[in-house]
């Protein structure tokens, strides 16, 4: 199954071999390569040594493209993502910014799927997606 990710903003496709691959800079500024897991509710994170994140702090995401920061318009917890699949059928992925916080939210249309044990985080916020 051929599933593509990209940027809302360029649509330039972030996925590289097993990973979606990102800019982030962390509470200090500085500024390192996250590599993600694709597959939804898995929530390896790949990055090297020397980029410091500590459990809870808020990472701030960026396309590696266009430099633009890739935030959610449901709350500024959350990133954003268009997800593709082989069939070219769009969807909103939104995952939290938030080390070591597994929330993640996949939007077709009015339809929301969940996924991790701390999806219930935004919930409330997501009952304005369905119309």
């Not at 903003?9 to 500024?29: D, E, M, P, S, Y």
């Not at 909103?92 to 929330?103: A, K, M, N, T, V």
């Amino acid at each position: 199954m051929a599933t593509d990710f990209k940027c809302p903003h360029c649509a330039n496709l972030l996925n590289v071999g097993q990973n979606i691959v990102f800019t982030a800079r962390n509470k200090w500024g500085k500024e390192g390569l996250i590599m993600l897991h694709p597959e939804i509710g898995n929530y390896t994170v790949l990055k090297h040594p020397s980029f410091i994140v500590s459990e809870g702090e808020k990472l701030d995401f960026y396309c590696l493209y266009c430099n633009e920061q890739l935030l959610s318009d449901i709350n500024d917890n959350l990133a954003k993502i268009i997800m593709s699949d082989e069939k070219g059928q769009e969807c909103e992925i939104h995952f939290s910014r938030i080390s070591g916080q597994h929330s993640t939210y996949k939007i077709i249309g009015g339809s929301v799927e969940i996924f991790g044990e701390d999806a219930s985080s935004y919930l409330d916020l997501l009952n304005d997606v369905n119309p």
